[in-house]
């Protein structure tokens, strides 16, 4: 496997890893979802190297506007922040 190749498998594994939210004990299948799509992406040529071409970039789908009466909806996804408790003094 091509450095070019490995490195841009990590990152993949790695936006995987921070997409599901960031879970202990899952590093292998994110690895692999990543093999799997990088390969997808880029097939190995004859010579046993892979396409230099780099994935395009995926757009993000517009924001829905609250109607009126509506509260805007938080981003799914993202955990909250935890906050620290208070200690009595």
């Known amino acids: 496997m091509s ?3 490995e490195r841009r498998i990590r990152e993949r594994a790695y936006q995987i890893w921070q997409e599901k939210g960031c879970p202990d ?3 292998h299948e994110h690895w692999f ?4 799509e990088v390969a997808a992406v880029a097939p190995l040529k004859a ?5 230099a071409k780099k994935p395009a970039a995926k757009k993000a ?4 506007a ?4 509506e509260a ?3 981003a799914a996804g993202r955990k909250p922040r935890a906050r620290k408790a208070a ?3």
């Open 25 to 27: 004990g899952s590093d």
């Open 3 to 5: 450095q070019d190749v």
């Open 33 to 36: 979802l990543a093999e799997q």
């Open 47 to 51: 010579d046993g190297k892979a396409d």
């Open 61 to 64: 789908a517009p924001a829905k």
């Open 87 to 89: 200690v009595p003094a």
């Open 72 to 74: 805007p909806k938080p």
């Open 66 to 69: 609250a109607t009126a009466g």
